[in-house]
Every structure is written in structure tokens, then in C-alpha cells.
């Protein structure tokens, strides 16, 4: 059972570099997102995507780019990193966007430094 | 504004005792709460919700979690902490504008032997 599937796990980056991080989804979910998980902020919606072909700004979208180009991947691209990116990134799903019952799945996460 | 308050940091109990963790909210029309776990180096999990109905409802791992509507409070409860319990706990509270979850900043739960 694979569910949700992120990459890089880990990644150093330079400032000013850009950076693609990469979900994938086998649930076949209508609903995805991209949440960042920094110490005592918990977590704070970047961008979100309720079906194929749409997305949506979150709470912190600024610096931040998506694309849902199918209903399986959802990749996040810092176009210019910055340190203040510096962060635990994670993708998630669900079954449904609009009328979302809460009921998120979530893969494994990215801690992305940048120096 | 739409918020989630996990007033504790950090909670420590030791096996065997009941546990708390507490919530509270603050939202426009009915509140759709729910309870996350995540374990060390691992993505969240979901544990329970309140939609509507009971004010006790049920999860996984023998979590429950009372809905109390006059004290705007969705405390997460145990009767019998394992150390397995030991993690971060996440509260949420669905937006009803824009459907998305509202996080709280997370509680440490440490189990003692």
C-alpha cells in the first residue's frame, strides 16, 4: 500500500535555486495539498487543488508554485529558495475537495534546508 | 476569525493514567473538528472527527474525544496512556468558507514508564 509518496525526502538547497518537490497519490483522490510544518506554527496551507486542472492559493502561497496537471501528482516548485523555506513540507489528500470531510491522508514528508 | 488553541505545549503522564489533550476553537456556524497524530519523522495520521451527533466520538487507537458546544472545547482523551501514545497531537477545525482545515500548533504528549 503505497497511498502518498513524496520526494526528495531530505534536500540541501542553495538560496536563490529552484526546487521542485514531487506527490504522488494512488488513491486515486480528488483533493490534494501542500502544507508546511514549522516548530510551534503547526501546519499552514501553501496550496491546494480540488480536482484536476485546479488549484488553489492557502494561507502562505507566496514563493510558492503548483501544478495538477492529473489527478495523481501535485508537484510544489519554490521558483528562487529562500531561507525562510526552510521548512518540513508535506502533501496530502482526500477523497473529496469542495465538500471535504476533513479526513486527510498524508505522505512522509520533505525537510527542505536552505542555506 | 476562524482559530484552533491547543493551550499545552507539552503533556506528561505516566502508563497506565488518563490522558488529556486539550482543544479549543473558534469558528463561524457548526465546527467540524478533528484529531491528528503524527508520530516521530512520520506524516500525520487522522484519528477521529465530530460532525454532528454524539458529543463522544470514537477513534482509533482508544482515543475519544468529547465535543463540548457552551465551552468551545474538543479535549482529546484516553482512560489508560500506553507509551506507544507518546507523539505530537494536532487539532483541526474545518473553515466553513473555503472547507480547508484550520491547525492548531500541536501538543507533545510524553508517556512515562
Known amino acids: 500500500i503505497a497511498g502518498i509518496t513524496q520526494a526528495p525526502t531530505s534536500q540541501i538547497l542553495a538560496a536563490g535555486r529552484r526546487m521542485t518537490l514531487r506527490c504522488t497519490q494512488d488513491m486515486r483522490h480528488n483533493a490534494m495539498y501542500w502544507y508546511r510544518q514549522d516548530l510551534g506554527l503547526g501546519l499552514r496551507l501553501i496550496h491546494y487543488s480540488n480536482t484536476a486542472g485546479t488549484t488553489g492559493k492557502g494561507e502562505v502561497p507566496d514563493g510558492y508554485s503548483v501544478s495538477r496537471a492529473n489527478t495523481d501528482d501535485f508537484p510544489l516548485t519554490l521558483a528562487s529558495a529562500v531561507p525562510s523555506q526552510t521548512s518540513v513540507y508535506f502533501c496530502a489528500s482526500s477523497p473529496t475537495g469542495t465538500s471535504n470531510t476533513g479526513e486527510l491522508f498524508f505522505g512522509e514528508g520533505s525537510r527542505l534546508t536552505v542555506l | 476569525a476562524q482559530s484552533v488553541a491547543q493551550p499545552e505545549d507539552q503533556v506528561n503522564v505516566a502508563e497506565g493514567n488518563p490522558l488529556t489533550v486539550k482543544c479549543t476553537y473558534s469558528v463561524s456556524g457548526n465546527p467540524y473538528l478533528f484529531w491528528y497524530v503524527q508520530y516521530p519523522n512520520r506524516g500525520l495520521q487522522f484519528l477521529l472527527k465530530?460532525?454532528?451527533?454524539d458529543n463522544l466520538v470514537k477513534g482509533s487507537y482508544g482515543f475519544e474525544a468529547e465535543f463540548n458546544k457552551s465551552q468551545t472545547s474538543f479535549h482529546l482523551k484516553k482512560p489508560s496512556a500506553l507509551v506507544s501514545d507518546s507523539a505530537l497531537y494536532f487539532c483541526a477545525v474545518r473553515d466553513g468558507s473555503n472547507y480547508q482545515l484550520i491547525w492548531g500548533a500541536g501538543t507533545k504528549l510524553i508517556i512515562k514508564p
Open positions: 465530530y460532525i454532528t451527533g
